[in-house]
């Protein structure tokens, strides 16, 4: 009676009290036949010895694993630790995640719309998914279905909520980015800190570091959207990778063990985590550092918003009805000398060269470089835009300040004079140019497409015509008083002055005016061409006589007895005459 009262309290103590013996599942009492072998003693005694010899055997007791989750293999485990094998729901959701995981890494910010869309998808599926297996199916036939229901209807309802509102989008961005940082953190560390109750740590830590990033990112904007959009598409990245190969933890259910109850818990995280920890942060770094350096790098504008912008729209690819390019240089005189092809040549490369000093930061707004027009070394007299073109290997470092060689007007031999050049200057010319390539157009509209696309000055091409003026013999201009009224002298008037049919014909009449404006007229005849700088257009410009817009251009004569000149600003109808003839006190 003594060892059955000691094994019936044995058996009766608590298991924590038991070193030794490993807790299985109750099981069902068996018939056992009635023998002497049989009997309570000797069973129990029999347990006893087990129980002494298996304490003498083992060095370390065997844990107690009071933690062990059972779940059934099946199609649920997006959120429980890994299965056996990779089922088809989540294997073709997973893979679908290892997709949208680069695209939001790389291309977060540049798509955010879509990239709100995946992660509200991601937050509103996951949520439901986890709502519906804790909660609100209980049935195992229909658990499954209603499950995988939920997070397709959820994911899809909190994806287009975000895409559609921007401000909701961007918070949505933000809390992933939290919660994808909260999820490397935990797993790696943070768990620490509630070993008891991991996931507590895990809910209270998540929903701080989710808010706080959410609301930065709707305050903040751009670079937390890159940093949160990297984060988590690095997350669904490599954890999408990990559900296939194995091994990568779940973070509410990370492996532990209680060697005994009430005492410390062990955590046993595979070894891979940390191989997926840094591969998580090395596709973060490169998703945000290509978002910062290409993908998301804003357009540079293809119109300047200062001055000389677009007012109104005219429904031809959005076309403006004025527009005029920036960093124009002020205007040159080429004197009497045959270069109008070479300052509106040197007018292409003066404007190129200011803009892109100017975005650099070599040069300020207020400030160019005078390039020169001597610098030919041959001869000026003739030529055509298109030599910079052709010639363009030789040339390419023979553009030079006009500091070094200043424009000379006298025609008598001086294109070859430069005294500023020397072996050295022309071996250290900082100055340089590349052609990429060469258009021509001939028709208004696609040249105004032109100008306003590329926001680049371009050499303009036109015929130079004389006007031939016709005055009609009458009253003073008698036949009697004047003698090229006589029969012999006089020419038959146009059809507009029908009341007489004898003319006195005035050539040499030019195609423009006080105004600067070249105008056209029926008596025009061609003989020869000029070049100069295109640099705008308005359409909406009422001309002194009556004429409706027209191109802009930077001309290379100076102001004189039967021409002037404006200034852009008029042109572009900026300023009011008024304002142009005190700043511009040349103007007619």
Same mark, same amino acid.
């Given at each position: 009676?003594?060892?059955?009262?000691?094994?019936?309290?044995?058996?009766?103590?608590?298991?924590?009290?038991?070193? %030794? /013996? @490993?807790? !299985?599942?109750?099981?069902?009492?068996? =018939?056992?036949? $009635?023998?002497?072998?049989?009997?309570?003693?000797? &069973?129990?005694?029999?347990?006893?010895?087990?129980?002494?010899?298996?304490?003498?055997?083992?060095?370390?007791?065997?844990?107690?694993?009071?933690?062990?989750?059972?779940?059934?293999?099946?199609?649920?485990?997006?959120?429980?630790?890994?299965?056996?094998?990779?089922?088809?729901?989540? %294997? /073709? @959701?997973? !893979?679908?995640?290892?997709?949208?995981? =680069?695209?939001? $890494?790389?291309?977060?910010?540049?798509?955010?719309? &879509?990239?709100?869309?995946?992660?509200?998808?991601?937050?509103?599926?996951?949520s439901c998914y986890a709502l519906a297996t804790t909660v609100l199916f209980s049935d195992p036939s229909s658990i499954v279905l209603g499950a995988?229901?939920?997070?397709?209807?959820?994911?899809?309802?909190?994806?287009?909520?975000?895409?559609?509102?921007?401000?909701?989008?961007?918070?949505?961005?933000?809390?992933?980015?939290?919660?994808?940082?909260?999820?490397?953190?935990?797993?790696?560390?943070?768990?620490?800190?509630?070993?008891?109750?991991?996931?507590?740590?895990?809910?209270?830590?998540g929903a701080i570091l989710s808010l706080t990033l959410g609301l930065v990112a709707v305050l903040m904007g751009k670079p937390l959207l890159i940093?949160?959009?990297?984060?988590?598409?690095?997350?669904?990245?490599?954890?999408?990778?990990?559900?296939?190969?194995?091994?990568?933890?779940?973070?509410?259910?990370?492996?532990?063990?209680?060697?005994?109850?009430?005492?410390?818990?062990?955590?046993?995280?595979?070894?891979?985590?940390?191989?997926?920890?840094?591969?998580?942060?090395?596709?973060?770094?490169?998703?945000?550092?290509?978002?910062?350096?290409?993908?998301?790098?804003?357009?540079?504008?293809?119109?300047?918003?200062?001055?000389?912008?677009?007012?109104?729209?005219?429904?031809?690819?959005?076309?403006?009805?004025?527009?005029?390019?920036?960093?124009?240089?002020?205007?040159?005189?080429?004197?009497?000398?045959?270069?109008?092809?070479?300052?509106?040549?040197?007018?292409?490369?003066?404007?190129?060269?200011?803009?892109?000093?100017?975005?650099?930061?070599?040069?300020?707004?207020?400030?160019?470089?005078?390039?020169?027009?001597?610098?030919?070394?041959?001869?000026?007299?003739?030529?055509?835009?298109?030599?910079?073109?052709?010639?363009?290997?030789?040339?390419?470092?023979?553009?030079?300040?006009?500091?070094?060689?200043?424009?000379?007007?006298?025609?008598?031999?001086?294109?070859?004079?430069?005294?500023?050049?020397?072996?050295?200057?022309?071996?250290?010319?900082?100055?340089?140019?590349?052609?990429?390539?060469?258009e021509t157009w001939y028709e208004d509209l696609t040249i105004k497409q032109q100008l306003f696309a590329q926001n680049k000055a371009m050499a303009?091409?036109?015929?130079?015509?004389?006007?031939?003026?016709?005055?009609?013999?009458?009253?003073?201009?008698?036949?009697?008083?004047?003698?090229?009224?006589?029969?012999?002298?006089?020419?038959?008037?146009?059809?507009?002055?029908?009341?007489?049919?004898?003319?006195?014909?005035?050539?040499?009449?030019?195609?423009?005016?006080?105004?600067?404006?070249?105008?056209?007229?029926?008596?025009?005849?061609?003989?020869?061409?000029?070049?100069?700088?295109?640099?705008?257009?308005?359409?909406?410009?009422?001309?002194?006589?009556?004429?409706?817009?027209?191109?802009?251009?930077?001309?290379?004569?100076?102001?004189?007895?039967?021409?002037?000149?404006?200034?852009?600003?008029?042109?572009?109808?900026?300023?009011?005459?008024?304002?142009?003839?005190?700043?511009?006190?040349?103007?007619?």
């Open positions: 009676m003594l060892l059955l009262s000691y094994g019936a309290h044995t058996m009766a103590q608590p298991p924590a009290h038991v070193v %030794g /013996i @490993t807790i !299985a599942p109750n099981a069902e009492p068996l =018939a056992v036949p $009635a023998s002497e072998l049989n009997n309570s003693v000797v &069973l129990l005694l029999s347990a006893g010895i087990r129980d002494v010899m298996t304490m003498k055997s083992l060095a370390v007791p065997p844990a107690i694993r009071t933690n062990e989750i059972v779940v059934d293999d099946t199609d649920l485990d997006l959120l429980r630790p890994p299965q056996s094998k990779v089922h088809a729901i989540s %294997g /073709i @959701t997973t !893979a679908l995640s290892i997709v949208s995981g =680069a695209f939001v $890494a790389i291309l977060g910010f540049k798509m955010r719309r &879509l990239a709100a869309l995946l992660c509200g998808f991601a937050v509103g599926g996951l995988w229901l939920s997070f397709l209807v959820g994911g899809l309802l909190v994806g287009v909520i975000c895409m559609l509102v921007e401000q909701v989008g961007n918070f949505v961005v933000g809390a992933s980015g939290g919660a994808s940082m909260t999820i490397l953190i935990h797993i790696s560390f943070n768990y620490l800190g509630s070993p008891s109750n991991p996931n507590a740590a895990l809910y209270i830590f940093v949160a959009t990297g984060l988590t598409g690095a997350l669904e990245f490599v954890w999408g990778i990990g559900y296939f190969v194995g091994q990568y933890p779940c973070v509410i259910a990370l492996p532990r063990t209680q060697y005994l109850t009430g005492g410390a818990w062990h955590y046993d995280n595979p070894s891979a985590w940390w191989v997926y920890l840094s591969a998580s942060l090395a596709v973060a770094i490169v998703g945000i550092g290509l978002q910062f350096a290409v993908t998301a790098v804003d357009a540079p504008p293809k119109k300047p918003q200062d001055l000389h912008h677009a007012t109104r729209k005219s429904g031809h690819r959005d076309l403006p009805f004025k527009f005029a390019v920036s960093h124009v240089t002020p205007r040159k005189d080429q004197s009497m000398r045959g270069t109008c092809w070479d300052f509106a040549t040197i007018g292409v490369l003066e404007q190129s060269y200011r803009a892109e000093a100017i975005r650099k930061g070599y040069l300020t707004v207020n400030q160019y470089v005078s390039f020169s027009e001597q610098m030919w070394k041959n001869s000026t007299e003739g030529g055509e835009v298109a030599v910079l073109y052709y010639l363009q290997y030789g040339l390419k470092e023979s553009v030079f300040p006009d500091a070094i060689c200043p424009y000379l007007n006298d025609n008598n031999g001086s294109d070859s004079i430069c005294p500023g050049l020397s072996d050295t200057r022309h071996a250290d010319n900082p100055i340089s140019f590349t052609i990429r390539s060469m303009l091409s036109t015929p130079v015509t004389y006007v031939t003026h016709y005055y009609p013999c009458l009253s003073r201009f008698s036949h009697d008083s004047d003698p090229h009224c006589s029969v012999d002298q006089c020419t038959l008037c146009p059809p507009e002055m029908a009341a007489t049919t004898c003319c006195i014909p005035l050539k040499g009449g030019r195609n423009r005016n006080m105004e600067g404006e070249f105008f056209h007229h029926r008596g025009m005849t061609i003989e020869g061409g000029h070049a100069m700088l295109l640099v705008g257009y308005n359409d909406a410009f009422l001309t002194r006589d009556g004429y409706t817009g027209g191109l802009i251009v930077k001309n290379s004569w100076l102001d004189g007895p039967t021409q002037g000149s404006h200034s852009l600003a008029y042109w572009m109808q900026e300023v009011s005459d008024w304002e142009e003839r005190v700043v511009c006190p040349n103007s007619y």
